[in-house]
């Protein structure tokens, strides 16, 4: 069978071209823009194959469990069934996972969580494929299941994993541990399950090769990382699994993991066909990892005048039945436990523990996210306690460039935390426009006419967040761009090969921008993202444009170096200062030497680079000190919100951001990344959360896992600062992650200023509001 | 079954169609034409949304036989001669398009409300496209997008 990489075969036509003018600061149009609003662009679930097979996957109606059984018979015998697999059909190691290798493709012997892959059929049809998998027969002993995360650590429970329950324990010690302080507050908070809610389902195409390999297509966050455990799965070496980038609905960190990547590639090669798999809306929410539900409990101590003196906090991050990114979660959430604040005596106790629960992994901000819940909710509970405002005590203790992080890592660049919070309360404040005529669809409950403003206050709350930037404690992170610079039908054109994922935050854009900025050429195609080329990293931890946009960067300097070097042998000896603009060769003097057209002639400039930020370093195992990360995020929130006190209804009336990124790269896409990532924080302070009991998800579908719509999004102003990072390319600071940290908590501080409730869990419920939930 | 179905203009067919499929299956993957998008297939996304008679529906919800005989209009069919409809400018413009899986329910939505109020406030644009979720945006762009369409 022909496989051609480099396209996803569907019956439209594709193309990831484009022409669109612009350089960095300006916001041209995305390359894959036009194919998207004309229904034509490839995404992972649109591949298709006149010969194919649908894949499906049996998974685990119980949290925990043992197999004591699997019995195919009946489910091979539907006609149109080609494959009924179970864990022995599994010819590598049966183990995949991101961090550590602990989690089997099909289940052996016993089931960890709910929604576990036990076993996969592929059919001719999807009905068929989903009648076989009713019939596949297998026996249970159902085992009790681990369900809190701290008993799991400190309790007296089974071990679910041979090295305990623990996942990973991180401890930041910094200054006297034995503080005191004139006034201090303590709370414990919980943060829920969230999740990604990607609109485009887990899909792909595999398709099995001549030479005993496979191709596959798919929707992903790092193909290279997915290859690694395609090959350890099915004990195949990285040159018979080449992975092409299909078009990705979104990702938040939900497509770290992989879902159906082994799947579809065991069963394409057992069938010897093409077999698509997509998950239908259920099954995406027990295909991927989830947000890790927390608990934390914070002390913070500070003077009379509202200096901090101490921060003391355990926090507990529910890992569910697998590793995932559970360690670098926990990393996280320890060292920038204390936020954006100047703080010298810190105790932080961070542990991430496996239960029977849902797997947690990444989503946007993860770490960083459950921890701003607690230290912003401390921060106003402070403030009253100390009868501040609430913006002023975080004025007071606002961390600057020069501060030192709990990790003992001094703060190298911007951190304008003070002013970005300025910022958002400068803002006049949107008008209480309920007069005569009410605007249901302004009202808390809506258009459900639940009231026409009788029981709603007003209430207005702050927040701001910290987030580490690209790959943290020492990890080797390091992205590959590879450019061609030729003359095309007499024009100068870039073609760029990168292995970065694009999931819709406008990467694609920004690497034709680079290129324009530092070639001076108008024509730059990208081609699809694939394994041919070394790996990018992941497009996770707002990093792809430091990172890829960096390797771009290096590789345009690769590509100009060898273009001066022509014209030196063709011009001779020319003064230093050279520059490329507009397709001409430019001299320091502003005069042009040459057209690059002509510089070039038949040559072809062809440069691979792989390039890495500043290394960082691991924290150290008794103290949690170390330089950790490369670079940090910073937003501030300000919400308004009208909440219907006699209903516990919330309708947030405006979201205001100030976010400081360093260099508007693109000033479109970033205000997109701003806005989106402020109302996943919405989302996740009001009304998502996956409901788990007992292991079991109750809510898988979006009737009863709410996000966000139209109605519930309120106007969003954003400032944006662009003071420059001197260690990062262009000056920029990672933009995606941000904004949706300091949201979440900014929209519960105005929800208790309106209703004077406590409300220490997120998200906030309507019987949290009325009190009715005891 | 087989069915006899208009889409975009043009009469199809389709053979062998099982009687559960949904007329977006039947679009998707028998048609040739996956532009209309499956986010959930349980009619709360809008990401599927099509004509059919002139009347938006979330075409995950109806099945592929209730098309029978009917005319169905997709996103791939708004583009007059190659041509971008005003909304489908509109959203390449105001940058309402991230990973774009819900771009063509959102488009089609944004048609049909123009095609009723050509001057939609933003309250009616928040109504009207309340059924179509999107997770990248905020949907601010896309509220810049339909007011921009609705002047042109
Ligand atoms: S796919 Fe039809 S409404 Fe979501
Ligand atoms: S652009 Fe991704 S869901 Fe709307």
């Known amino acids: ?774 | 079954m087989r069915l006899n179905l208009t889409v975009n203009g043009e009469p199809r067919q389709a053979d062998d169609v099982w009687e559960g499929e949904s007329l977006l299956f039947l679009l998707r993957e028998r048609l040739g034409l996956p532009g209309s998008k499956n986010a959930c297939e349980q009619g709360e996304c809008g990401s599927c949304t099509v004509y059919l008679d002139g009347t938006p529906v979330c075409s995950c919800l109806v099945a592929a036989g209730q098309a029978e005989g009917r005319a169905v209009r997709t996103v791939e069919g708004l583009a007059e001669e190659g041509d971008l409809d005003r909304v489908q400018r509109a959203f390449l413009e105001a940058g309402a398009v991230q990973c774009g899986f819900c771009t063509p329910g959102l488009i089609v939505a944004a048609h049909d409300l123009l095609a009723r109020v050509p001057d939609p406030s933003d309250g009616e644009i928040r109504e009207a496209l309340a059924g179509n979720l999107c997770r990248c945006t905020g949907y601010e762009a896309i509220l810049d997008a339909v007011r921009t369409a609705a002047r042109r």
């Open chain 1, 1 to 774: 069978m022909t496989s051609p990489t480099g396209t996803v075969p569907t019956r439209t036509a594709e193309a990831t071209t484009g022409r669109a003018s612009g350089g960095v600061g300006d916001s041209p149009q995305r390359p894959d823009g036009a194919l998207k609003v004309r229904g034509e662009f490839a995404y992972s679930s649109d591949a298709w194959h006149e010969d194919m097979l649908w894949g499906t996957t049996l998974r685990s109606p119980y949290a925990h469990a043992r197999i004591v059984s699997i019995d195919i018979t009946e489910a091979l015998r539907v006609p149109g069934v080609y494959a009924v697999l179970t864990h022995a059909d599994v010819p590598g190691a049966n183990l995949h996972g991101l961090e550590r290798q602990d989690q089997p493709v099909l289940a052996v012997d016993v089931v960890r969580y709910h929604g576990e892959p036990v076993a996969l059929v592929a059919a001719d049809h999807p009905e068929t494929a989903r009648r076989a998998m009713r019939r596949i027969e297998v026996g249970y002993e159902v085992l009790p299941p681990v369900s809190d995360a701290e008993q799991a650590v400190h309790g007296d429970v089974p071990a679910l994993h041979p090295g305990g329950n623990v996942v990973r324990h991180v401890r930041v010690v910094r200054g006297d541990q034995d503080a005191t302080a004139d006034v201090v507050v303590r709370g414990e908070y919980q943060v829920g399950m969230q999740d990604q809610a990607f609109l485009g389902p887990e899909s792909g195409l595999a398709m099995p090769a001549e030479d005993g390999g496979v191709d596959l297509f798919v929707a992903t966050q790092w193909l290279h990382v997915d290859q690694q455990q395609v090959c350890i799965a099915l004990g195949l070496p990285p040159d018979k699994v080449r992975i092409t980038l299909a078009g990705v609905g979104g990702a938040f960190g939900g497509r770290e993991d992989l879902s159906i990547q082994v799947h579809a590639c065991l069963l394409a090669l057992h069938t010897g066909k093409p077999v698509k798999m997509v998950y239908n809306r259920e099954e995406s929410f027990y295909g991927h990892v989830h947000r890790h539900p927390a608990t934390l409990y914070y002390e913070h101590g500070a003077t009379h005048e509202g200096k901090l003196v101490y921060v003391r906090s355990r926090i507990y991050l529910d890992g569910g039945a697998y590793t995932s990114s559970t360690p670098a979660v926990v990393g996280n959430a320890a060292t920038l436990g204390v936020g954006p604040y100047d703080v010298d005596n810190v105790t932080i106790d961070c542990w991430g523990a496996y239960t029977t629960n849902p797997p947690c992994g990444a989503m946007r901000g993860f770490g960083a996210v459950q921890a701003a819940f607690a230290y912003e909710s401390q921060m106003d509970k402070l403030a009253e306690a100390l009868g501040l405002d609430p913006v002023e005590v975080r004025l007071r203790n606002a961390m600057s460039e020069g501060s030192v992080m709990p990790t003992g890592q001094v703060v190298d660049s911007p951190a304008p935390v003070a002013e970005l919070l300025r910022l958002v309360r400068d803002r006049s404040l949107p008008t209480n426009g309920h007069g005569e005529s009410v605007d249901l669809r302004a009202m808390p409950g809506g258009v459900s006419n639940t009231t026409h403003a009788e029981n709603v206050v007003r209430g207005v709350g702050y927040a701001l967040g910290v987030k580490n930037i690209c790959f943290s404690e020492g990890f080797d992170d390091y992205s590959t761009a590879r450019l061609r610079l030729q003359v095309v039908g007499g024009e100068p054109a870039v073609e760029v090969h990168t292995a970065a994922v694009e999931v819709g935050q406008g990467l694609v854009t920004i690497e034709q921008q680079i290129v324009r900025t530092e070639l001076g050429v108008e024509r730059v195609t990208l081609r699809p993202a694939d394994t041919t080329i070394d790996s990018a990293g992941g497009t996770s931890a707002s990093r792809q444009t430091y990172m890829t946009g960096g390797a771009v960067l290096a590789a345009c300097r690769a590509v100009r170096d060898r273009v001066f070097a022509l014209a030196r042998a063709k011009l001779g000896p020319e003064p230093t200062g050279l520059s490329l603009v507009g397709g001409k060769i430019v001299a320091a003097t502003g005069g042009v030497l040459a057209d690059l057209v002509d510089v070039l002639g038949g040559n072809v400039i062809d440069e691979t680079v792989q390039w890495r930020h500043r290394p960082t370093t691991e924290l150290d195992p008794e103290t949690g000190q170390g330089f950790a990360h490369v670079q940090y995020g910073f937003a501030a929130h300000r919400a308004v919100v009208d909440v219907d006190v006699e209903l516990g209804l919330v309708k947030v009336v405006e979201l205001a951001c100030a976010q400081d990124v360093g260099r508007a790269m693109n000033p479109k896409a970033l205000l997109g990344q701003i806005h989106g990532g402020s109302t996943q924080g919405l989302g996740l302070a009001v009304m998502e959360e996956i409901q788990v009991s007992d292991g079991l998800i109750r809510n898988p579908s979006f009737t009863d896992y709410l996000i966000p719509t139209i109605l519930d999004t309120p106007p969003m102003p954003v400032d944006v600062l662009e003071l420059a990072d001197p260690h990062a390319p262009y000056g920029l600071r990672g933009a995606g992650e941000p904004p949706a940290i300091s949201s979440g908590p900014a929209v519960v501080a105005a929800i208790r200023a309106a209703t004077g409730m406590a409300l220490t869990r997120m998200p906030v419920r309507p019987e949290h509001i009325t009190g009715t939930d005891h």
